[in-house]
């Protein structure tokens, strides 16, 4: 992980979230926490790895998503080199299997 984000005010809004107890709360915070453009934009991030996932290429994900070839590629970065974030979302709902 980052060290740069690990920090006390980061793990409070960690905490805060894993509190939440339904989709319906965690919209209501987020809409609280974030603008609606960093909504978007986090939820076009992750639609951007989910078909980086599927095999599609730059031009789909694109085409689908609106993203730029600079967000798609940071994406793509994390996928290859991150910290596994994307993979253990992707996992625990069933997106791509234990092998992947």
Not at 36 to 56: D, G, P
Not at 69 to 81: D, E, F, G, M
Request: glycine share 6%; hydrophobic share 35%; charged share 30%.
């Amino acid at each position: 992980m980052n060290k740069k984000i690990r920090t006390e005010a980061v793990d409070h809004m960690i905490d805060a979230m894993m509190c939440l107890e339904s989709k319906e709360e965690l919209y209501d915070f987020l809409e609280d926490l974030c603008t609606v453009n960093e909504i978007l934009s986090l939820s076009q991030r992750y639609e951007v790895a989910t078909m980086l996932t599927e095999k599609k290429t730059y031009l789909e994900i694109a085409e689908k998503t609106g993203a730029s070839t600079a967000t798609i590629s940071r994406v793509n970065r994390s996928l290859n080199y991150g910290c596994e974030g994307y993979e253990k979302a992707f996992r625990r709902l069933g997106i791509i299997g234990d092998g992947e």
